[in-house]
């Protein structure tokens, strides 16, 4: 009697690695829906994720990254430089914060009878508190800056949602800070965005916005995907390449 042997699907968030040259390279297994090449992805915080459906074995998706190892290697070496010259926040005033692309000169008000909050005014962001303490201030502002995103996302969904044709309904919206994704769709529609994205400028929440619109239609990275995204954003690799570049300044 012949006996069929199922193999267990690979878990994701399994740490794999590989050696290019004398660099050990690490990268986080991650599943998705349908089958297809693995999609290999250096996040700005130097994380490496390789992405392929759960029945791929562990050793063809090292063999995958190995093929991609000079390109992982030199986008690890720029991603590492950059954090290399990234200063913490210190909550001080006169430091630079973002909001929507620009910049704006932090002003901390300390008065005991004052009303703890924040707003922007006159071109600069005013955090009062009663007492000077880092983690109060820190703790209102990222409350601002959700408080913004509601609002901001809320309004950019209106305003793009008439591109996406394939939508029945409006999606139900969700805020989630998160370390390293702008946004994520669920299979039931959900969109979940990042509160940090209001740092960016408005194309690069649009972007974010209609990434996720799309995903939607089509879950997962596949060439389809990308032509709906291109129909509905034809330039969307130039505003990527932007909302890539100040990920370091919109993450701290």
Request: include cysteine; hydrophobic fraction near 35%; proline fraction near 5%.
């Amino acid at each position: 009697m012949n006996v069929a042997i199922e193999r267990a699907p690979k878990p994701e968030g399994v740490i794999l690695n590989f050696f290019y040259g004398d660099e050990n390279i690490t990268f986080e297994r991650v599943n998705r829906q349908k089958a297809g090449k693995a999609l290999i992805k250096v996040h700005p915080d130097c994380r490496v994720q390789v992405s392929a459906t759960p029945d791929v074995p562990d050793a063809e998706l090292i063999k995958a990254a190995k093929k991609r190892g000079r390109w992982i290697y030199e986008q690890l070496r720029t991603f590492r430089a950059q954090l290399e010259h990234v200063k913490p926040r210190e909550y001080v005033s006169g430091e630079s914060h973002y909001y929507l692309g620009r910049q704006y000169l932090l002003k901390v008000i300390i008065d005991p009878s004052s009303v703890q909050g924040v707003k922007l005014y006159r071109g600069k962001i005013e955090v009062s508190v009663r007492e000077r303490n880092v983690d109060r201030i820190k703790s209102l502002l990222e409350g601002w800056y959700k408080e913004k995103a509601k609002d901001v996302f809320k309004s950019r969904l209106e305003a793009i949602m008439t591109q996406a044709i394939w939508l029945e309904q409006k999606p139900e919206l969700r805020f989630l800070t998160m370390q390293t994704q702008w946004g994520s769709c669920s299979p039931n529609g959900r969109i979940t965005l990042n509160p940090l994205l209001v740092k960016a400028p408005r194309e690069c929440i649009d972007y974010v916005i209609l990434h996720e619109l799309c995903h939607i239609a089509e879950h997962n990275h596949s060439e389809r995907f990308y032509r709906l995204l291109s129909q509905v954003m034809p330039r969307w690799e130039k505003t990527k390449a932007k909302l890539d570049g100040m990920a370091q300044k919109v993450f701290l």
